[in-house]
């Protein structure tokens, strides 16, 4: 089955630290670029960043606000995208969710698009005192 | 960052009635090159995961019912759902992807009237 499943959520203190992980299964994870999106309560989805594929150097990306103290990397040998979060603040609340990024490849070349077509179902982490 | 805004924020509307959701961005995502937009909407159902509707503004996802269509160009963007049923209910998101970061609009919740 084709789907992404998230762990690692819970709750943290702030200035704290937690590792949010997500498993792909049912496609090529390692061709497809990785993205994390989150959920604040009562709040709309905000990107959070994103890893590249390999093809692309593992290149990563943020969000200006989540830069500095937010780590994207992955494991392609095991279909897994990690979140790495420190120095968490209370406006980090929220679910958290992985996303894959549209890949289409064909006559050779294979492209991406920043639109999401596979999400994981989330997992929450609440930081607070 | 290009702000994604939506109208209304939560819509009522009766079964086999049409809905309509607004995403208005606040600058053109159209690419002038290939004359696309670079425009998506999703559909959240608690407890599930997002699910990819409509890309390039208007381009159906495989499997998405016909009844979903996505029009607009520029700035201004429409989701309409032609005869709502049960199971559209749920939360709607309209997102960019013309510029870094992308952005989301803020969502619409669609119940049933």
């Known amino acids: 089955e084709v789907q992404l499943v998230e762990s690692g959520g819970g709750l943290v203190q702030p200035g704290g630290s937690l590792r949010l992980s997500c498993a792909a299964s049912?496609?090529?994870?390692?061709?497809?670029?990785m993205d994390w999106v989150r959920q604040a309560p009562g709040k709309g989805l905000e990107w959070v960043g994103r890893?590249?594929?390999?093809?692309?150097?593992?290149?990563?990306e943020y969000a200006a606000s989540m830069e500095g103290r937010f780590t994207i990397s992955r494991d392609d040998l095991k279909n897994s995208l990690y979140l790495q979060m420190n120095s968490l603040k209370t406006e980090d609340t929220a679910v958290y969710f992985c996303?894959?990024?549209?890949?289409?490849?064909?006559?050779?070349?294979?492209?991406?698009?920043?639109?999401?077509?596979?999400w994981g179902r989330g997992t929450l982490v609440t930081v607070s005192s | 960052d290009i702000v994604m805004t939506q109208s209304p924020d939560s819509l009522a509307v009766s079964l086999g009635e049409r809905a309509t959701i607004n995403c208005k961005s606040s600058?053109?995502?159209?690419?002038?090159?290939?004359?696309?937009?670079?425009l998506a909407w999703y559909q959240h159902k608690p407890g599930q995961p997002l699910k990819l509707l409509i890309n390039?503004?208007?381009t159906r996802e495989s499997g998405v019912p016909d009844r979903f269509s996505g029009s607009g160009s520029g700035t201004d963007f429409t989701l309409t759902i032609s005869s709502l049923q049960a199971e559209d209910v749920a939360v709607y998101y309209c997102?960019?992807?013309?510029?870094?970061?992308?952005?989301f609009g803020q969502g619409t919740k669609l119940e049933i009237k």
């Open positions: 996303a894959r990024e549209f890949l289409y490849c064909g006559g050779g070349t294979c492209y991406t698009r920043w639109y999401f077509d596979l």
């Open positions: 049912g496609f090529t994870f390692s061709d497809h670029y």
């Open positions: 890893t590249k594929n390999k093809a692309n150097s593992y290149t990563t």
């Open positions: 600058q053109s995502v159209l690419y002038s090159s290939n004359n696309k937009n670079y």
């Open positions: 390039w503004a208007s």
């Open positions: 997102q960019q992807y013309y510029s870094a970061p992308c952005t």
